[in-house]
């Protein structure tokens, strides 16, 4: 009798390991198949702080990269007054408002590449307005068109760029559109400076 009692209190203790080992495995198959990415209730209900963090802790013990774009800023390599880079904005679109981004940018150098050299005003104001023997450095800046233009979304872009330390220009001191300028001023620029490159209705120079 006794040995039948305790083969029973084997066999239910056997039944109970068993069923609980079977929960088990189904509560960490239920897991494993829950998506990576599938927020739960608490979760998306908690504040914005919260929740970054929650899942920057999440994906450094996943050992995944981390790269929060919210806080990589471009350096602006030119401490430009507010006059002056409105002035850059407007012989910019000036020059070059109907070329394309890299056009604009290249204008935009040549502004700043005078700024930084020895033989050129100091500011971008007083380079866009130079006169060299009465002769105007930037048409548009004693034209009218300096003042009458619109900035562009698209010269803002290209400006800002340069300002951030994109240079394609090569040096470049000097650019004229061949198409449309005096033929004595280009003779003068074929004669007394180094060609470096022509992009869109501009021909790039330096000295």
Known sequence: MYKRYLAA???INMIIIFAVWNLTGLKVNHIMATPAFQLDLEQALMPEEETSYLNLAEAVSSGQRIINYEVVERENLYDLSEEDYEVLLRIVEAEAGG???EGRMLVASVVLNR????AFPDTVKDVVFQR???TAQ???AYSGRYDRIVVSEKTIEAV???LCGEDISEGALY???RKRADSKKMKWFDEHLTFLFSHG???FFTQ
């Open 175 to 177: 650019f004229a559109a």
């Open 99 to 101: 070329e394309d981004i």
């Open 115 to 118: 700024v930084e050299h020895e």
């Open 132 to 134: 060299e023997n009465g």
């Open 160 to 162: 800002d760029r340069v």
């Open 138 to 140: 930037f048409s548009p």
């Open 201 to 203: 209705g501009h021909e």
């Open 9 to 11: 209190l084997v066999l």
